[in-house]
């Protein structure tokens, strides 16, 4: 199986920059995408294939890749952005989450 | 409008049984890869099962591979994950979602609670 790794916590202050790692070998042979959970709500997709953002999500959201990790990088943070972000790849067999990153907008 | 509705959650014993069904409305269930995705409280997003887009194939996690089967009945659009042999740590809210592993609008329902306790 695979596992992928994130940071539990990131904070940032409003107009800022939020970058959220994940790591994992399979990113080296899969493409990510990046999950938005506000509490209880069920998950938004905010990116995929490394770094296209889909329909509707507001553009200061981007992704990126290199190697084995996968960045998320929110532009200019705002209070509504506050929640948790699960990276998330599939492979033939097998499809895996990151542990979740709880975004903190001070 | 593509909705996915989840039921069948509830209190269940150690070792007992449960089947959750996740009703599609808005497409056709049967041309499209389906997963289950679980939440335990106060946690992350753990992937359960998925089945392929003929039903002809199905994935497990490791942590339910033998314990749990995951099927789909065409005549009702409805996918259904049959969990046997319940254990403590299988308590979670469990979504149905359509398309989360190719799509680029992926669809989830709203979750259905399962507690496994004594």
């Known amino acids: 199986s695979y596992e992928l790794t994130q940071p539990s916590s990131v904070s940032v202050s409003p107009g800022q920059t939020a970058r959220i790692t994940c790591s994992g070998d399979v990113l080296t042979k899969r493409y990510a995408r990046w999950f938005q959970q506000r509490p209880g709500q069920a998950p938004v997709l905010v990116i995929y294939?490394?770094?296209v953002r889909p329909s509707g999500i507001p553009e200061r959201f981007s992704g990126s890749s290199s190697g084995t990790t996968v960045t998320l990088t929110i532009s200019g943070v705002q209070v509504e952005d506050e929640a948790d972000y699960y990276c998330y790849s599939a492979a033939d067999n097998y499809q895996v989450f990151g542990g979740g990153t709880t975004l903190t907008v001070l | 409008e593509v909705q996915l509705l989840e039921s069948g959650g509830g209190l269940a014993q150690p070792g007992g049984s449960l089947r959750l069904s996740c009703a599609g409305s808005?497409?056709?269930?049967?041309?499209?890869?389906m997963s289950w995705v679980r939440q335990a409280p106060g946690k992350g997003l753990k992937w359960v099962s998925s089945i392929s887009a003929g039903g002809g194939s199905t994935y497990f996690a490791d942590s339910v591979k033998g314990r749990f089967t995951i099927s789909r009945d065409n005549s009702k659009n409805t996918l259904f994950l049959q969990l046997n042999s319940l254990r403590a740590e299988d308590t979670a809210t469990y979504y149905c979602?359509?398309?989360?592993?190719?799509?680029?609008?992926?669809?989830w329902g709203q979750g259905t609670l399962v507690t496994v306790s004594s």
């Open positions: 808005g497409f056709i269930l049967s041309s499209h890869a």
């Open positions: 294939k490394d770094n």
């Open positions: 979602a359509k398309g989360i592993e190719s799509s680029a609008s992926p669809t």
